[in-house]
């Protein structure tokens, strides 16, 4: 299998590897057509506990897997209140099915009398919600939604959500994969104490670390089916000027490599990572 292809398959069926037995050989729609409906019920039973498929639980799961993953948006989705959705995902996290990813902005105010600006009055610092297992996004996000249809044999509403989302849901793992990978990197030169992703009310990024000598590492994930330009580099520059981060290093992530412009520019503080890279953590 390519390791693009290995990717791909990850962030669909992540997690319950040891307990399929499906033709990774073939392309991943067609395995979703050919294997994951047909059987549907089978892989519903790899959902524990069964109680997770009923409200409200299924509700809320639904709106992490097809949401930005912050709190209040999830709980308006699911038209759940926020303080019963947040003991809800409490017990989820406890259960190993959720994680919980904070928030690192800062508080607008430094001190409770200060002023800010109208337009950040009603704005809320939110942490973020992800699942520990990638298959359990990929059911909650495609499958559980149209559960009842595919039992009828009506399979249009899923396909169509499928082509639409699946190139978002394997950039998410591959995200996390390359929070993963960076961490690898830096492990025996300066180890990264605090990673992930980074949001405040400017921008989002999908990576910024902080080393144990208080460096700032900033980067951006592309898997897209194209080369990563200068631009994109250009535009993360601009990105962390907004948000006020002094970053030490850029890092790029690129699923189709780069341009010669941006591997031949002379920045020495800028880190790029292709596919190939990622072999380090088949290891």
């Not at 962030?11 to 395995?31: C, H, P, T, Y």
């Not at 919600?129 to 595919?150: L, T």
């Not at 793992?173 to 390359?178: A, D, G, K, R, V």
């Not at 992530?253 to 780069?258: D, M, P, V």
């Amino acid at each position: 299998m390519e390791l693009d292809q290995a990717i791909e398959f990850f962030a669909f069926f992540g997690g319950i590897e040891s307990q399929i037995k499906i033709d990774f050989f073939d392309d991943l729609e067609e395995v979703v057509i050919h294997h994951i409906l047909p059987q549907m019920k089978e892989f519903e039973n790899l959902i524990n506990p069964s109680y997770l498929l009923e409200a409200p639980y299924r509700n809320l799961l639904i709106a992490i897997a097809r949401g930005d993953g912050k709190l209040i948006n999830i709980f308006r989705r699911a038209k759940i209140n926020e303080s019963v959705g947040r003991e809800l995902i409490f017990q989820l996290v406890d259960l190993g099915i959720l994680q919980i990813e904070a928030s690192r902005e800062n508080p607008l105010r430094a001190h409770p009398k200060q002023k800010i600006k109208k337009h950040l009055r009603s704005y809320r610092i939110q942490s973020k919600v992800r699942f520990v297992k990638p298959f359990m996004r990929f059911w909650f996000g495609f499958v559980e939604p149209y559960k009842r249809e595919i039992e009828l044999d009506k399979t249009q509403r899923f396909l169509e959500n499928f082509r639409m989302h699946q190139d978002r849901c394997i950039s998410l793992s591959f995200e996390q994969l390359s929070n993963i990978l960076l961490e690898e990197y830096y492990d025996s030169k300066d180890p990264l104490v605090s990673k992930g992703g980074y949001w405040d009310h400017n921008s989002e990024f999908d990576i910024l670390g902080m080393s144990r000598s208080k460096k700032i590492v900033l980067g951006e994930c592309k898997y897209k089916g194209r080369k990563v330009c200068k631009n994109e580099l250009n535009k993360l520059k601009d990105k962390a000027i907004y948000s006020g981060i002094a970053v030490d290093t850029f890092v790029l992530f690129s699923k189709n490599g780069f341009s010669n412009e941006l591997r031949g520019a002379a920045e020495q503080n800028l880190l790029l990572f292709e596919l190939e890279d990622f072999k380090r953590l088949l290891l």
